[in-house]
């Protein structure tokens, strides 16, 4: 008796034991919520630049740099907490210590060396708005920065801007953010404006 209980209890397991077809699922990412491009005036007393940036994002004063107290106190960051990007914006004064050549060159380098061991390319692309003259740089692939820039009225001021996300950068899941801050990048180089006090 007891034979034909296991046995029955055998066969109904496996019989109920069918081969079933597995189908992967595409990666998915999280949904990004982005809100809608509005913007206000930087325009604090005493920096030597001024820009519009989003009403979704707040300006804080940089006052570390790798560990160092920055150069000047015109170094900030853009932080757009909601989405989890930061636009560092460095200034540099031209001088003869400092002169457009050198910041240029290490601007370059910064945006080519360091990016380029991830970055399946980088392009740059010059732009120009009254005596705002820079480049546009855009690094793509995994990349730790998508979109930098450089802005310069050629005589005094230098400024230095990047896009920073606070996750590993994965091309992929930061499309989205990264297209949209880069809207934001240009409407702040499209609105850009020099101080003629000299920092």
Known sequence: MRFIVFFILLGTVLSSCRPETYTPK?????????P???????????YPY???YPTYAEVTQDTL?????????YWIYIDFPS????????????????????LMEDAHELSFSVHS????????????????????????????SAYQFIATDSSTHFLRGALYFDVTPNADSLKLSNEFLKEDMNHLLET????????
């Open 117 to 144: 061991k991830r970055a399946d390319y980088i392009s740059d692309q010059p732009f120009q708005k009254g005596d705002v003259y820079g480049i546009l740089y855009n690094a793509g692939g995994n990349a730790a």
């Open 50 to 52: 001024q820009f519009e």
């Open 65 to 73: 740099f790798l560990g160092k107290k920055p150069e000047n106190p």
């Open 36 to 46: 809608e491009h509005k913007y206000r005036l930087f325009d604090a007393p005493g």
């Open 83 to 102: 989405i989890g990007g930061k636009f560092y914006i460095s200034y540099k004064a031209i001088s003869p210590q400092q002169p457009l050549s050198k």
């Open 26 to 34: 595409p990666r998915g990412y999280f949904n990004v919520s982005l």
């Open 192 to 199: 850009l404006k020099w101080r003629n006090a000299a920092p």
